[in-house]
C-alpha cells in the first residue's frame, strides 16, 4: 500500500463526473499519477446509479425545458458521451439505442410543439412531427381512453438510454488500461483537504493521509462543503431535491416519452422511460420534492445537512420567493403528498394518465429503492436558485456541483477540468486525438464545445 505518496491528480468522488475525468486525464494526457477516492465499495452508488436518475441521454431535442441556447450546450455535451458509447463498443451493454418523443396534450401545447419544432428542427435534422395516425400504430397506449387531442415531435433509433453506472466502470476500465499509475482507492472517504505551504494539497482520509499537486472534488452533494471548508463558495447554498419514480408492471411503451414543461416550474415535467434496470418495464417520474437528506437511503448527517443548506436572509429570500407563486406553491404540495405511501399514486395517477390515459392506480407501484437526491444550488449574491451545474476553480483545486443532467455533461466537464489540471501542472493534453476520439460531431452540425474551448 502506498502511503503519503504525491500523487499529481487526486478525484474525489467516483459517481460518473470522478470516473470521466479520470478516463480524460489518464488517456489524453501525460499525467502519470492520479488517485481516485470513493466512500462506497464501488464508483456510482449514489446520484450516477441507473436506480437514482432517469437514465437518459440528454441531447436537448426533447427537453421542452431547455431553451435552445441550452440545447445547444447540452447537445455537444451529449454528443461526447455518444461517441464514447460507440468508439469504445460500448452499445447495448451502457447505452441502450430507441426511440424518443415529445408529447403535446390538447390545442395549447400542440402550438407551443409546432413553434418548438420549427425553431429546434435546424439544431435536430431528424426530429419529426407524429399526428395521431401515425402515434396509433407507433405508441397505441398513448391514445387508448384519449378525449383531448395530441401530437409529438420524436426522433427513432437514437442512443436515447444511458446505464451511467457502467458507464463509469468502463472510463475506470479504460484508465487502468493505459500504463499510467492509476490507485482506486475504494472504501475510503475523504474528510479534509488543506492547501500546504508548498502548494500542493493533503488530504485525509477515514484511515490515511496522501498529497497532491492538484484535485477535483466531484463528490455530489458534498462537492460545496469541501469547498466551504477551505473557505471558498460562501456565496452558494444547496437545495436539496429529491425525485423518486413509479413503476408500471409491464412495458406499456417502447420510446421514451417526455412532456410538455409548464415554464413557471423550475424542475422538469415527469416522462415515461423504459427502465433498463428492470426489463424495461415503464418508469414514470421524477418527483421533486424538499428532502432533509444529502443521499437517498443513507442515514442523515445532520452537521452536512446544516452546512450545506447555509441559511441566511438571502437563502431565505429565495424559498420565499418560491413559495410565493401559487403555482410552485401547489407543484410543491403535491409532489409531498406523492411520497406518501398509497396515497402517493392517487396524486400521481394524474400526471401519469396525462401520458397514459388508460392506467389505472393499481398498474403503478411506488418504486421503492430507487430516486436519487439533486443537489440545487442557489446564488446567494443574485438570490437565485440554479439549476444547472456550478463549478469552483481555485489555483490547482476545482469543486463540481452537478444536478441534472450533470451525468450527461460528463465528459464535457472533464474536458474543462483536464485543461485548467494541465494548465495547473504544466502538462499537455492531447487535442486532436480527443477531438477524434470524443469530441467529433455530425457532419457540419454547429459546436458549443468551441465555446467551451475558448472560454477555457
Ligand atoms: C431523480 C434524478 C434523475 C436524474 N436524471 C438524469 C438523467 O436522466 N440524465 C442525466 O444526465 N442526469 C440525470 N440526473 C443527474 C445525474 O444523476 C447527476 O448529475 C450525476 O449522477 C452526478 O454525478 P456525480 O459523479 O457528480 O455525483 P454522484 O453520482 O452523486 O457521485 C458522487 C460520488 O462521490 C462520492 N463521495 C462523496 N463524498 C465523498 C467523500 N468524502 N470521500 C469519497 N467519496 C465521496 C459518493 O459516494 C459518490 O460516489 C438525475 C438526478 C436525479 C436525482
Redo the contacts with the bound molecule.
Keep these: 500500500m502506498i502511503i503519503n505518496k504525491l500523487f499529481d491528480t487526486a478525484i474525489?468522488?467516483?459517481?460518473?463526473?470522478?470516473?470521466?475525468l479520470l478516463f480524460t486525464l489518464a488517456r489524453y494526457t501525460d499525467i502519470n499519477n492520479i488517485i481516485l477516492?470513493?466512500?462506497?465499495d464501488e464508483?456510482?452508488?449514489?446520484?450516477?446509479?441507473p436506480k437514482?436518475?432517469?437514465?437518459?441521454?440528454?441531447v436537448g431535442d426533447i427537453e421542452s425545458n431547455y431553451t435552445l441556447d441550452k440545447a445547444k450546450k447540452v447537445k455537444d455535451s451529449?454528443f461526447m458521451i455518444k461517441n464514447y458509447i460507440e468508439n469504445f463498443n460500448e452499445i447495448d451493454s451502457v447505452g441502450f439505442r430507441s426511440d424518443k418523443m415529445l408529447l403535446a396534450v390538447g390545442d395549447k401545447e400542440i402550438e407551443e410543439l409546432k413553434t418548438r419544432y420549427s425553431e429546434f428542427k435546424e439544431l435536430y435534422p431528424y426530429l419529426e412531427l407524429w399526428d395521431e395516425e401515425f402515434l396509433a400504430t407507433f405508441e397505441p397506449k398513448l391514445l387508448e381512453n384519449r378525449k383531448e387531442p395530441i401530437m409529438a415531435m420524436g426522433a427513432r433509433g437514437q442512443i436515447t438510454t444511458?446505464d451511467?453506472k457502467k458507464l463509469?466502470e468502463s472510463f475506470v476500465q479504460q484508465a487502468l488500461d493505459t500504463n499510467k499509475n492509476i490507485q482506486m482507492?475504494y472504501n475510503?472517504?475523504?474528510?479534509k483537504i488543506t492547501r500546504e505551504e508548498d502548494g500542493y494539497y493533503k488530504i485525509t482520509?477515514d484511515t490515511t493521509n496522501f498529497r497532491a499537486k492538484s484535485i477535483v472534488v466531484?463528490?455530489?452533494?458534498?462537492?460545496l462543503l469541501?469547498a466551504q471548508d477551505m473557505g471558498y463558495g460562501e456565496e452558494y447554498a444547496t437545495l436539496p431535491?429529491?425525485?423518486?419514480?413509479f413503476f408500471t408492471k409491464e412495458k406499456l411503451l417502447n420510446s421514451k416519452v417526455y412532456t410538455m414543461q409548464n415554464p413557471k416550474l423550475p424542475f422538469a415535467a415527469i416522462h415515461a422511460?423504459p427502465d433498463c434496470t428492470q426489463n424495461w418495464n415503464t418508469r414514470f417520474?421524477?418527483t421533486?420534492f424538499a428532502l432533509p437528506k444529502l443521499?437517498?437511503y443513507h442515514s442523515l448527517h445532520i452537521k452536512d445537512l446544516i452546512h450545506a443548506l447555509n441559511i441566511d436572509i438571502d437563502v431565505t429570500k429565495v424559498y420565499m420567493n418560491l413559495f410565493k407563486d401559487s403555482t410552485i406553491r401547489r407543484y410543491i404540495f403535491k409532489n409531498m403528498i406523492e411520497e406518501i405511501p398509497l396515497v402517493g399514486k392517487e396524486v400521481f395517477i394524474k400526471d401519469a394518465q396525462k401520458v397514459i390515459p388508460s392506467l389505472k392506480v393499481s398498474d403503478l407501484k411506488f418504486a421503492e429503492g430507487y430516486?436519487?437526491?439533486?443537489?440545487q444550488i442557489i446564488d446567494k449574491k443574485r438570490q437565485e436558485l440554479l439549476l444547472g451545474?456550478a463549478k469552483i476553480s481555485e489555483e490547482g483545486i476545482i469543486f463540481?456541483?452537478?444536478?441534472?443532467?450533470?451525468?450527461?455533461?460528463?465528459l464535457a466537464i472533464a474536458m474543462q477540468d483536464t485543461k485548467a489540471i494541465c494548465n495547473h501542472l504544466s502538462k499537455s493534453f492531447d487535442l486532436v486525438k480527443h477531438q477524434r476520439e470524443i469530441q467529433m460531431l455530425e457532419k457540419n452540425a454547429p459546436s458549443a464545445i468551441d465555446t467551451i474551448q475558448n472560454a477555457v
Excluded: W
Excluded at 430516486?371 to 443537489?375: D, E, F, K, N, Y
Excluded at 444536478?403 to 450527461?408: K, M
Design positions: 474525489v468522488g467516483g459517481g460518473v463526473a470522478g470516473c470521466s477516492f470513493e466512500k462506497y464508483v456510482s452508488q449514489l446520484n450516477s446509479n437514482a436518475n432517469s437514465q437518459t441521454l440528454h451529449s444511458i451511467y463509469s482507492r475510503e472517504e475523504v474528510t482520509s466531484n463528490a455530489g452533494a458534498y462537492s469541501f431535491i429529491g425525485g423518486s419514480f422511460d417520474g421524477p421533486a443521499e437517498r430516486g436519487g437526491m439533486r443537489p451545474e463540481n456541483m452537478t444536478p441534472s443532467p450533470g451525468a450527461t455533461s460528463s
